[in-house]
Structure formats: C-alpha cells, structure tokens
C-alpha cells in the first residue's frame, strides 16, 4: 500500500514550471500598476491629517453631534442620509421584480431574458458616482437626486440576485400544485411567492446596507446625506466637526447592521 502511494507520488505532474511563472506573471503586473500610482502630496503631512482625524472622532463636537433642532445638525443628516438610502432601496427593488422575471431564462424565451439582461448589465456598467452628476444636473442637488441615484444603482445588483432565485425555484411544488387542481394564482400565492419572497427580502436588505454607505459619498457631489458637510469640515480643518459627522455616522450604520443581520438571519432560517 505504502509503495503504491510512493508510486504515485512520484508520477505526480510537475508543474513547478507553471505555477512559477505565474507567479512571476502577477509580480511584474503588481510592480507595473505600482509604478502608475502618483501622489500630487501636500501641505501638510499625511499622518498628521489621520491623526487629526482620529483626533476628531474621539473628540466630537458634542453641539453638533446632538443637534436635533436644525437641519443642519448631526441627527437631522443621519436621518436623512437614511431616508435617501431607504427610499432608494425600495424605488431599486420594485423596479428590480419586472426585469428579473423578463430576464430569467426559466420563465421567457431565451432571446428575451438575453435582451433583459443585456439591460441589467448597461445599468450595472456606469458607477453611482457619474449617475449623481447625472441626477443633480437634472433635478439639482439635494436628497431627491440622491434618492434616484440609489434607486437606479439598486437595480443591478438587486435584479441579478432575483433572477438566480427565480432559476432556483423548485418546479415540484408548482407541479403538485398543478395536480391538486389549483389555477394560476394559487400556485403564484402558495407555490411561488413563498419561496421567493425571503431571497427577495434578504438582497433587498442587503442592498440597502449598501446604499447607506453610498448614499454618504453621493453627498459629496451634493445629493444629501452626510457627504457634503463632512467634505466641508474636512477642508475647512474643523476636525471636531468632522468627528462629530463621522460618529454618527458609525453609530448609523453600526445599528443598520446589528438590526439588518438580525432580519437576514431570521429570513433565512425562517
């Protein structure tokens, strides 16, 4: 048994050649990007910029951290940082429904789902970032631009998802439903939605963890939230303001997370 196993051992394939070079491959491309990265510096040191920073989370501005009478105030921008990733989330996840059922192949000829996914891919391919500057050249800056940005960036993500639930559903309990005798909205009511809804909920959910840190970057090019008024500190070197800005910010998304896990979880193990 023993000199088998040494048999094969030895006969094993030597690839050492190939797994070398590799190896070499990515450390040639790793050092080529590396040579692309330039820093335009500073007049101030970098580390001393973090520790202020850092600096400012720890030593807040408790005015404005607690300002829950203007709009301009820590509580005020939390909630509307959350509203703009919420509605968004919804806008994204209803729009999502009709396209992930045209575009699943279980459900509508092949030439339709590859027309409906080729769009899901389009809406995918352009950052949040440039459909921002799109919207607030619309609709000019404020939440609403906001909002449709997270609501059009949701449905890529959130229609590809639903579209592997839809391939994923068990054709068997439709079938018996069939055979029970039960018409279309039956089998929709008691066959379909309720293996869908649960994966439904959780991307939604998930998205929407996503949207709220996005929707914090979109502020930056003045589409609500949190954004521009921490840019503004930032250059300003208010860095108890921005502290301030910053720990609601992680107590916003800190207890999004705790109460969005706790949902997932609860959806997933029924």
């Not at 190896?23 to 990265?37: D, K, N, P, R």
């Not at 001393?48 to 509580?75: M, R, W, Y």
């Not at 092949?110 to 027309?115: G, L, Q, R, S």
Request: hydrophobic fraction near 50%; charged fraction near 15%.
């Amino acid at each position: 048994m023993n000199q088998r196993i040494e048999e094969a051992y030895a006969k094993r394939p030597k690839n050492w050649v190939y797994n070398l070079t590799i190896a070499v491959i990515v450390a040639i491309l790793m050092i080529w990007s590396a040579s692309a990265i330039e820093t335009s510096g500073s007049t101030i040191d970098g580390g001393q910029i973090a520790l202020n920073v850092l600096s400012g989370i720890f030593h807040p501005d408790l005015e404005f951290l607690l300002d829950f009478k203007t709009t301009s105030g820590v509580p005020y921008l939390m909630l509307e940082t959350m509203c703009i990733a919420f509605l968004g989330t919804i806008v994204g996840a209803i729009i999502s429904i009709p396209l992930a059922f045209i575009s699943a192949s279980n459900l509508t000829p092949k030439p339709i789902a590859f027309v409906g996914r080729m769009l899901i891919m389009a809406v995918r391919t352009i950052p949040a970032f440039v459909y921002g500057l799109m919207f607030i050249r619309v609709t000019g800056p404020g939440a609403f631009a906001g909002l449709l940005t997270m609501g059009v960036c949701s449905i890529g993500m959130i229609s590809k998802m639903y579209i592997e639930a839809i391939e994923d559903l068990d054709t068997h309990v439709i079938e018996s439903l069939d055979a029970a005798g039960c018409n279309t909205w039956q089998k929709i009511r008691y066959g379909i939605l309720p293996q869908l809804m649960p994966n439904f909920a959780s991307t939604a959910i998930y998205r929407f963890d996503i949207n709220l840190r996005d929707a914090t970057i979109l502020g930056m090019v003045g589409a609500g939230g949190f954004g521009a008024p921490l840019i503004f500190a930032m250059n300003s070197y208010r860095w108890n303001e921005a502290g301030a800005l910053l720990t609601g910010l992680i107590v916003l998304i800190l207890i999004i997370e705790y109460i969005s896990t706790r949902i997932r979880v609860k959806l997933t193990r029924g």
